[in-house]
């Protein structure tokens, strides 16, 4: 079973703070990703690597930053928190089965709660 | 840009019966997976359906896929109360886009 552990798994922070959600994955997958889930919504792609040491921006990347210093672990950082980035997070890894016609599944961590007060 | 969504957002069912989620997309794609997110935890897959694959099953699920109309179902027969979660569809090569999601919930 593909695992992908989250950390913390709740977390509160000031607005104006620095906050870091770290991702692990076992399942030697080229690809992770962060989203973000607000309630009631949608998951939304904030960043996402396919390599150590380079991260590409997804669909919401303002305020965000994302490091991807090994294959293994992804960080998504918040600089400056704010009280708009109360939301879940969710890191995901992918296997990159080759090509255009890419399948791979994408295997999610338990979310990280993060609220900024 | 919103690529994939649900078009409902929220059904409910008796134990035992059938449902079907739908989905809708905009672009060409290659394959459309569709995930199920239980209360307090990440999405999990259910199905992948390829675009040259008109129907996949999975024990109890079923989805079809329609690239003319650019749609897709997801039917669960024989529904249980353990069903209940948010049900998304998902699209996309690399960078996946996931719809809105329809909160299923089956009703002992």
């Known amino acids: 079973e593909a695992a992908v552990t989250q950390s913390p798994r709740s977390k509160v922070a000031v607005t104006g703070g620095k906050v870091t959600l770290s991702c692990h994955q076992t399942?030697?997958?080229?690809?992770m990703y962060w989203y973000r889930q607000d309630t009631g919504h949608g998951l939304r792609l904030i960043h996402y690597s396919y390599v150590a040491d380079s991260t590409e921006k997804g669909d919401i990347p303002d305020g965000y930053k994302a490091s991807r210093p090994s294959q293994e672990n992804f960080s998504l950082i918040l600089e400056l928190a704010s009280l708009s980035q109360t939301a879940v997070y969710f890191c995901?890894?992918?296997?990159?089965?080759?090509?255009?016609?890419?399948?791979?599944?994408?295997?999610f961590g338990e979310g990280s709660k993060l609220t900024v007060l | 840009s919103q690529l994939a969504e649900e078009n409902s957002w929220a059904l409910s069912v008796h134990e035992g019966e059938s449902v079907t989620v739908n989905c809708s997309y905009k672009t060409s794609i290659t394959a459309l997976q569709w995930y199920r997110q239980k209360s307090g935890k990440g999405p999990a897959q259910l199905i992948l359906?390829?675009?040259?694959?008109r129907e996949k099953r999975n024990g109890r699920l079923r989805a079809t896929l329609d690239t003319s109309s650019q749609s897709s179902s997801l039917s669960i027969t024989a529904t249980r109360c353990e069903d209940t979660a948010v049900y998304f569809c998902?699209?996309?090569?690399?960078?996946?886009?996931f719809g809105a999601g329809t909160r299923l919930k089956v009703i002992a």
């Open positions: 998902a699209t996309g090569n690399y960078k996946y886009v």
């Open positions: 995901a890894s992918s296997e990159w089965t080759g090509g255009s016609a890419n399948t791979g599944q994408l295997y």
């Open positions: 359906i390829r675009s040259n694959e």
């Open positions: 399942n030697n997958h080229d690809y």
